[in-house]
């Protein structure tokens, strides 16, 4: 466990009492349907903490809702121990919270490049955006390929690049990732994850969102469950990985 | 010789429609919804003008202007007490609050200016530069609405492929929530895409009363229509097919008048636009979109 020793000595550990992102007993309906039921938990600065569940369990909703996107009905959420619940979605990027939305939604008919500048959007100077965007490309080679291609012309793999690649261009202190393995072959969801823990060892604190549990749970810090909008059991990754209760429901076997 | 006068007739025309569908199919691409109240924009800006300089006797440039500054806050201010609390709402109820704005414009215009048609000073002197002996004769407004359209066709792709706002638009157009993921603010976007719309009817005001000078509240509403049909005939949503659909526009409108009937010259360009939209639904250059389940 010598990858776990070092997420540990990273520096941005140090404030490791009061958590990055604190959700704290949320509920959010879509019109009468009651989506989420008082769901709370935490990711502190350096983790990667992942919320695992079946389809419809609430995994989604419950990003959108840290993005702004929803609203909760009661309920707070805090980052760096300010509330975000009134907050519009575009400010609340500024304040470091990006999201990979599910299907990954990249700008199909605008070029690779101006893919990555729109992720940029909130930054102001044109040097460091062409800093970040050669990041970018070192991260994804691929990307640097096919910067000029229209992104709608990507592969599905290189399409999860691309969309990581854009909320990396944010520079977030959180960022959110919404299953990026749908619809990948295994090579490749193989591949995402290992960029996943490559962008969490340049120090980016990460949410992930999955349902390859599996996956999911190997790479994190801590886990949450979810079923039908509520938050059944938590614990390591490694605890939830050998769980019999986890393994019979998820894990298949 | 007539036959390159009515060309160059029916291109001028087209220029104007092409100035008001761009309004048309801009904020169609953003705000997916049809503004039907942008042809009586221009009739206020034409109004704006001929006061400026009829009865003010200010420059004609200044009287533009300040046309295009009215007409931007007032594409603004209908955007958001209108539309933008319909931002979820069926695209119906969209539509016919934008039918109701349109009213609401024209008979406000009437209360205002009352019915009975304005002489409209044009903006620049009248004139003509004459070629082959006088066969061949060029206004000087055929040449300024030209001149202008193009200007505008070039800045506007300037605006909406290079800069940071424009690419902004883009976003927004292919999807909104994405777009709000990136830090857009999209209802600011959205109103930058009324405003620009909205400048840009007044000067199709201005140079549509320049060449047929009489001015009513009713002005405005059957070009609006004429550009909008010649944007959804180039592709809605699709800025050079608006400005290839409504040239195309403007020179059958033009051959139709001096060729077959100028009473008949309407039905002659909607027939074409249904033709074409059986051939291509998409319209010239529209992009068939797959809607994904």
Known sequence: ?253 | MTFLNFFINGISLGSIYAIIALGYTMVYGIAKMLNFAHGDVIMIGAYVCFYAISRYKLPAFVGVIGAVLICTILGIIVERLAYKPLRQAPSLAVLITAIGVSYLLQNSALLMWSSNPKFFKPIIARGAFKFFDGQLSISHITILTIATCVLIMIALSVFINRSRLGKAMRACSEDKGAAQLMGINVNATISLTFAIGSGLAAIAGALLCSAYPTLTPTTGSLPGIKAFTAAVFGGIGSIPGAFLGCLMLGVIEIFAKSYISSQLSDAVVFAVLIIVLLVKPAGLLGRMTQEKV
Do not use: C, W
């Open chain 1, 1 to 253: 466990m010598s990858e776990q020793n070092k997420k540990e000595a990273l520096p941005q550990n140090k404030n490791g009492a009061s958590p990055l992102l604190k959700v704290d007993n949320i509920n959010v309906y879509y019109g009468s349907i009651h989506a989420i039921k008082g769901i709370s938990f935490e990711v502190k600065s350096g983790e990667i903490v992942t919320l695992i569940g079946a389809n419809g369990a609430g995994k989604s909703t419950t990003l959108n809702t840290i993005s702004g996107l929803l609203h909760p009905t009661t309920g707070d959420i805090n980052f760096l121990e300010h509330s975000i619940v009134k907050i519009q979605p575009h400010k609340i990027v500024e304040q470091g919270i990006a999201q990979v939305p599910e299907g990954r939604r990249i700008f199909a008919q605008m070029t690779v490049r101006e893919n990555l500048e729109m992720g940029a959007y909130i930054q102001s100077d044109g040097n460091e955006i062409k800093n970040d965007i050669e990041k970018v490309y070192e991260l994804f080679p691929r990307l640097k390929e096919r910067r000029k291609q229209i992104a709608g012309t990507l592969s599905g793999g290189e399409q999860q690049m691309l969309a990581m690649g854009r909320a990396l261009m944010s520079r977030p202190k959180l960022l959110m990732l919404d299953e990026p393995s749908m619809g990948l072959a295994p090579i490749l969801v193989e591949q995402i994850f290992k960029i996943i823990a490559d962008v969490h060892k340049t120090g980016a604190t990460i949410l992930l969102v999955e349902q390859n549990a599996q996956m999911a749970l190997s790479i994190a810090d801590r886990g949450y469950v979810m079923e039908t909008g509520k938050i059944i059991t938590t614990g390591t990754g490694k605890d939830l990985l050998s769980s019999d209760e986890i393994k019979k429901a998820y894990l298949g076997g």
